[in-house]
């Protein structure tokens, strides 16, 4: 008979508390699954300014989320992106690219109509936490 792995919930407070019944991520056996992050400081505040001020305090959040795990953006192997306007993309896209650098896992982009609190920008990654 096998048993399940528990799973271990992830919390930090250098990333905004959920905002809801959910947790800042989730780590199962060698992965960890973070919940959408959007562009509120840790204190819970959204961030002043537009799509490059959101984008970057969302990457902020995810590095603070993946730390708390023993993680970072080199360990991310899948990445989804909900935008409000496909046509940020690109400035969405080389903000990205500066936080994984050479580093390029699997990744989705949707527009979608609306995100919580109006905000431009969510983003969601698995990462690996498997030490070798």
Not at 24 to 40: E, M, N, R, V, W
Not at 64 to 89: H, I, P, R, Y
């Given at each position: 008979?096998?048993?399940?792995?528990?799973?271990?919930?992830?919390?930090?407070?250098?990333?905004?508390?959920?905002?809801?019944?959910?947790?800042?991520?989730?780590?199962?056996?060698?992965?960890?699954?973070t919940?959408?992050?959007?562009?509120?400081?840790?204190s819970?505040?959204?961030v002043?300014g537009?799509?490059?001020e959101?984008?970057h305090?969302?990457f902020r959040?995810?590095?603070s989320?993946?730390?708390?795990?023993?993680?970072?953006?080199?360990?991310?192997?899948?990445?989804?992106?909900f935008m409000?306007?496909?046509?940020?993309?690109?400035?969405?896209?080389?903000?990205?690219?500066s936080?994984?650098?050479?580093?390029?896992?699997?990744?989705?982009t949707?527009?979608?109509?609306?995100?919580?609190?109006?905000?431009f920008?969510?983003?969601?990654?698995?990462?690996?936490?498997i030490?070798?």
């Amino acid at each position: 008979m096998t048993t399940k792995q528990p799973l271990q919930v992830i919390s930090t407070d250098k990333a905004p508390a959920a905002i809801g019944p959910y947790s800042q991520a989730i780590k199962l056996g060698g992965l960890l699954f973070t919940s959408g992050q959007i562009p509120l400081d840790a204190s819970g505040e959204l961030v002043e300014g537009g799509i490059e001020e959101q984008t970057h305090q969302v990457f902020r959040n995810l590095e603070s989320v993946l730390a708390a795990a023993g993680a970072s953006f080199q360990d991310v192997v899948k990445a989804t992106v909900f935008m409000k306007d496909m046509n940020q993309f690109a400035t969405v896209n080389s903000i990205y690219g500066s936080y994984f650098g050479e580093h390029k896992p699997a990744r989705s982009t949707v527009e979608v109509a609306r995100l919580p609190k109006d905000v431009f920008v969510e983003i969601e990654v698995i990462a690996s936490t498997i030490v070798e």
